[in-house]
């Protein structure tokens, strides 16, 4: 399963609503609403994510902000 396809399945929606509730649906940066879950690492496998350090709940911006950043860095 290639990255595309993991974004789309119900397993990446049970691994993303689980980080969204560790972090109350709110963006880990800004404390507003949370819209998206940030991969920090990557597992090896697809759905092995560890929840509380692999992922973040962000906004939009923050999301955008972190993209950037990584493409940069």
Known sequence: MNYAQYISSSLWHKVRQQRLDFDGGMCVVCRQPACS??????????GMEDIANDLVSVCRKH???????ERWH
Do not use: C, G, Q, T
């Not at 999301?63 to 950043?69: A, G, I, N, T």
């Open 63 to 69: 999301h955008d902000d972190l993209d950037d950043f």
């Open 37 to 46: 879950v940030h991969h920090l690492r990557y597992p090896k496998e697809w």
